[in-house]
Nanobody, 125 residues
């Protein structure tokens, strides 16, 4: 079992930055791929970024490439999402996710084994 708790969401102006954190508990954290998804009002939950258990491999959806960076610290059981150059269309609830391998997360929500409860990010224009 892995329990996930996000933090770091909030209100920011367009062009600003936020860093989301996800603290994980459970003995298998370092063996899980980790990722971030988001869900805007009235839309389906979508993949944002993922990182392999080792931290060597990362992936991100095209709309955030060059602006968002995912990283992890296995010693702290924490995964991060650094979000720069934020846009109003980035407004959503952001969910931390854990899966068996990175590819499972990239494939979409069905590949997620564990979810956090989410943190709201609001970007004003």
């Amino acid at each position: 079992q892995v329990q996930l708790a996000e933090s770091g969401g909030g209100l920011v102006q367009a062009g600003g930055s936020l860093r989301l954190s996800c603290a994980a508990s459970g003995r298998t954290f370092s063996r899980n791929a980790m990722g971030w998804f988001r869900q805007a009002p009235g839309k389906e939950r979508e993949f944002v970024a993922a990182i392999s258990w080792s931290g060597v491999f990362t992936a991100a959806t095209d709309s955030v490439k060059g602006r968002f960076t995912i990283s992890r610290d296995n010693a702290k059981n924490t995964v991060y999402l650094q979000m720069n150059s934020l846009k109003p269309e980035d407004t959503a609830v952001y969910y931390c996710a854990a899966g068996r391998v990175q590819g499972d997360l990239v494939a979409g929500p069905s590949g997620v084994d564990y979810w956090g409860k989410g943190t709201l990010v609001t970007v004003s224009s």
